[in-house]
């Protein structure tokens, strides 16, 4: 039976991790509740958004220049495949220590007005060990436009082999500029593995 992991996270990465997990059986887009953050302003700042020994995973981060006033959502979670199955999917063995790999970046929709909302999900494989190891993974997502940044969020969370869907849902101002955003996304861990990924959307009226 697939287990969800929710785990209480030490301090590392120089932030604050915080943690949680969630059924993905709802969607994001229709579901207001999921938007508790606001963007940071043109110069920056943190917001957390999510609840703190709640059931959803939180997310840290900001919106900056053009998305500044947007709203990030709370970290959707979900665990597809067990560790067992993961590992005969990447004929694993445990002698290639412990390995993050991305299996897709995906943003849904991929056409969009602004105010609207952008769902960001990342599905990635963790190969652990041992049965019952745990690895601490920073997931980011950065969003850019015209080679800028402008919204970037991570999330730190503990997690057990397998495959694992995380999304977070961000809401454009409704003055978001026109074009294609890029969102790159990565999976790391201290002093460890790390994967990347990358997708894109695009802003029209």
Same mark, same amino acid.
């Given at each position: 039976?697939?287990?969800?992991? @929710?785990?209480?996270? *030490?301090?590392?990465?120089?932030? *604050?991790?915080?943690? &949680? @997990?969630?059924?993905?059986?709802?969607?994001?887009?229709?579901?207001?509740? %999921?938007? $508790?953050?606001?963007?940071? &302003?043109?110069?920056?700042?943190?917001?957390?958004?999510?609840?703190?020994?709640?059931?959803?995973?939180? $997310?840290?981060?900001?919106?900056?220049?053009?998305?500044?006033?947007? $709203?990030?959502?709370?970290?959707?979670?979900? #665990?597809?495949?067990?560790?067992?199955?993961?590992?005969?999917? !990447? /004929? !694993?063995?445990?002698?290639?220590?412990?390995?993050?790999?991305?299996?897709?970046?995906?943003?849904?929709?991929?056409?969009? +007005?602004?105010?609207? *909302?952008?769902?960001?999900?990342?599905? !990635?494989?963790?190969?652990? %060990?041992?049965?019952? #190891?745990?690895?601490?993974?920073?997931?980011?997502?950065?969003? #850019?436009?015209?080679?800028? +940044?402008?919204?970037?969020?991570?999330?730190?969370?503990?997690?057990?082999?397998?495959?694992?869907?995380? *999304? $977070?849902?961000? %809401?454009?101002?409704?003055?978001?500029?026109?074009?294609? !955003?890029?969102?790159? /996304?990565?999976?790391?861990?201290?002093?460890?593995?790390?994967?990347?990924?990358?997708?894109?959307?695009?802003?029209?009226?």
């Amino acid at each position: 039976m697939r287990k969800m992991l @929710c785990a209480a996270v *030490t301090l590392v990465f120089l932030s *604050t991790l915080l943690h &949680g @997990c969630a059924d993905t059986g709802q969607v994001i887009r229709d579901n207001p509740n %999921t938007a $508790v953050g606001m963007g940071a &302003g043109a110069l920056g700042g943190a917001v957390v958004g999510g609840l703190l020994g709640g059931t959803r995973g939180a $997310v840290v981060g900001g919106l900056l220049g053009g998305l500044a006033g947007g $709203v990030i959502g709370n970290h959707i979670d979900q #665990q597809e495949k067990s560790r067992a199955q993961t590992s005969r999917d !990447y /004929a !694993y063995a445990p002698s290639q220590g412990i390995r993050l790999r991305v299996e897709a970046v995906r943003a849904n929709p991929a056409v969009l +007005s602004p105010g609207e *909302t952008v769902n960001v999900n990342l599905t !990635y494989a963790v190969l652990t %060990t041992s049965a019952d #190891q745990q690895v601490l993974v920073r997931e980011t997502r950065d969003i #850019q436009v015209n080679g800028a +940044s402008v919204g970037k969020t991570h999330i730190d969370i503990a997690r057990e082999g397998g495959t694992w869907k995380s *999304t $977070v849902p961000v %809401t454009l101002p409704a003055n978001a500029p026109m074009g294609k !955003y890029r969102v790159i /996304a990565s999976v790391e861990m201290a002093g460890g593995s790390r994967d990347t990924g990358e997708a894109s959307f695009k802003v029209q009226q």
